[in-house]
């Protein structure tokens, strides 16, 4: 309750200076109209920015806040990635793919950045892990940053968890794992969903009636509830064999999946079946997979491509919450969604010691971290095929 | 419409459970059971009827608020003798988690829906600014990150550096208001922070696809003040797919308040879900996801008719 009155009364305060400000600035500059036209809650904005800058620097400078000092680090290098890679792009390359790069904006560029090193991560982890994704060595609990001082081991660069796994060598096999199994998903549930949206828009009818009618029956019922459901049905059917769960996992999400595909692809199509062109081709006498291939698909890749794009994120998003829960991607395999779970302990020892925490931290960041990255792909690619500037 | 789907549903979630290899009889007891003992079980929980008698069985039991006797929980009356009247139903099981839930949701949705709102017509009076711009970037990476990295971010920082909140959840019946409502903030915080951020762009979308419109012009040229032009004129135009966002977003709360739950250890439906999924208890299991549907399809009508109803053309139709 104090809390909150400190809040209302600091943000009244801070009310108070702009307005003085504003009035100070609308004196000295002889009311030019920036001033004068300015409204109060456009200088609250410079003001609270101004005051949320120097809490910042503030906090850079407590010794306590690790985190803090971490997380802007980050934010600086990733940024600065992501800039070299746009310049990169743009004087390496083709005359397309320079001015693609030409015209992106930095978040998109930082996201083409990070989904290239996961695909690099997820091809080659075989090569790029230091161990094998399920050895146990003698060493249990070492945090990460490699300092014997502070209890790290060089021998393993991130730390191993309780059983004595190497850290580093499992966050890369989940690249492996969890993005593979993930794109795979997201790859049948476009075959599914997709031919069957375009059968259902070419051919209308009774056949579109009831796959509508399934599709609708099946989103009603909330996905990740669903996928929980089944997965019970499918351990059982899977008995003591863990690899046949994870197919089970897969096969599930692509079904449930599929329906969301299907809305869209069958909207896409509709909207394209009625074209000029489409008629032609039919009265042409052209075959449905004349049609299906040649004429509808190139005109619905852009919007298929974005949701793509979209759908990877909640598939990627379902299975690590699946397995988080304990019930997706089975031990042997290393997993990002099982490593959080497993490490999630370790994060109440931030105040002794800050690289405990960041052991669950990693995994959970590495999910978000390519999520994003996705995003900001997709939301510039559906900037662009829009043409929507304001 | 809705109690229709409703049915359909529940008729998926029946076959789907019924798919299950074996017999749960015989899952109970184990394989060194006597024949005679799994067929006594068989009779106890209604086994030995056909798939459809058992549908219509547990359908009239559910409508009567009856959900079946848990697994896990149940003594069996051929074993025990008589019936003792002790045993607990699914529903004593679920009836306070519902609640649990539900104040969570709820607590989540009073924080939530303002706040969004509210950034979003900022977003959209200062479109393209700065804070826009910053705005932007952090809802997309709040909407593109895992419920349980936002949890944990969120018990790093308000829980473990600084000691504000308590991190786990223990609520129990009989807690004063002030004290549930301080260990709900950490898990309502987290769902906050997820559901936010989509519902604070479709806001913003809602409002900056109507500036285009004469009658917006039209107000800014006689002069009026961008914010009174944005809350006066655009946004109950912009309500009807508002509404509709902040419906499905509720609807949405239902699937995160699983995992969110799972990682406060708030005692609510998602937690008793996901556990009795380990166990495969079976009446559990269906009778949640039958709660959990049934409250997705009812928010999702709720948008509908709310919609309908902040739309003058659509209340009195011609």
Partial sequence: MITLLWIIGGLLALLAISWVLRKLAQVVTGNKPRFRDMPLAVALGYVLGVVVLAFGVWLWFQPNAVFFRWFVQGLAISVVAAFIFRWLGRTVGTKTTKKAFRQMPLTASFGFLVILIYAICAIFAGVLAPYGQAEVFQNVNVLPGGNPATGGDPAHLLGTDQIGRDLLTRLIYGAQNTVGIAFATVCLAFLVGGSLGFLAAVFGGWLDNILSRIVDVLMAIPSLIFALLLMTIASAWAGSQQWLLTVYMVLIIALIDSTRVFRLARAVGQSIVVMDYVEAAKLRGEGLGYLIFREILPNATAPLLAELGLRFCFVFLTISALSFLGIGIQPPLADWGTMVRDLAQFINFAAFSPLAAALPLMAAGAIALLTVAVNFVVDWMLHKSSGLKE | ?318
């Fill in chain 2, 1 to 318: 419409m809705g109690l229709l789907t409703l049915f359909v549903v529940s008729i998926i979630i029946f076959t789907a459970v019924n798919m299950l290899p074996g017999d749960f009889a015989q899952a109970i007891l184990g394989q060194s059971a006597t024949p005679e003992a799994v067929a006594a079980i068989r009779r106890d929980l209604g086994l030995d009827q056909p798939p459809i008698t058992r549908y219509f069985t547990w359908l009239a039991g559910v409508l009567q608020g009856d959900l079946g006797t848990s697994f896990a929980q149940a003594n069996f009356a051929s074993f025990v003798g008589e019936d003792s009247g002790t045993r607990t139903t699914v529903a004593d099981q679920i009836a306070p988690r519902i609640k649990n839930t539900l104040f969570l949701a709820g607590v989540t949705a009073v924080i939530a829906v303002p706040f969004a709102i509210g950034l979003g017509i900022l977003a959209a009076l200062y479109r393209n600014s700065a804070f826009d711009k910053v705005s932007n970037v952090f809802t997309l990476t709040s909407i593109s990150s895992p419920e349980f990295f936002v949890a944990y971010i969120l018990i790093l920082f308000l829980a473990v550096l600084n000691p504000w909140l308590p991190s786990l959840s223990n609520i129990y019946d009989g807690m004063a208001f002030s004290d549930r409502l301080e260990k709900t903030m950490l898990p309502a915080l987290a769902l906050t922070l997820v559901v936010t951020a989509h519902m604070m762009r479709m806001t913003r979308a809602a409002i900056i696809n109507l500036l285009a419109s004469p009658y917006i012009e039209m107000a800014r040229l006689k002069g009026m003040k961008p914010m009174r032009v944005i809350v006066h004129h655009a946004l109950p135009n912009a309500l009807a797919p508002i509404i509709n966002v902040v419906a499905l977003n509720l609807a949405y709360l239902v699937t995160g308040v699983v995992v969110v739950e799972v990682v406060f250890v708030y005692p609510g439906v998602g937690q008793l879900f996901v556990d009795s999924v380990k166990i495969r208890d079976i009446p559990v299991v269906q009778a949640c996801c039958l709660i959990f549907a049934a409250v997705y399809i009812l928010l999702n009508l709720l948008a509908d008719i709310l919609s309908i109803l902040s739309n003058p053309r659509l209340r009195h139709p011609k």
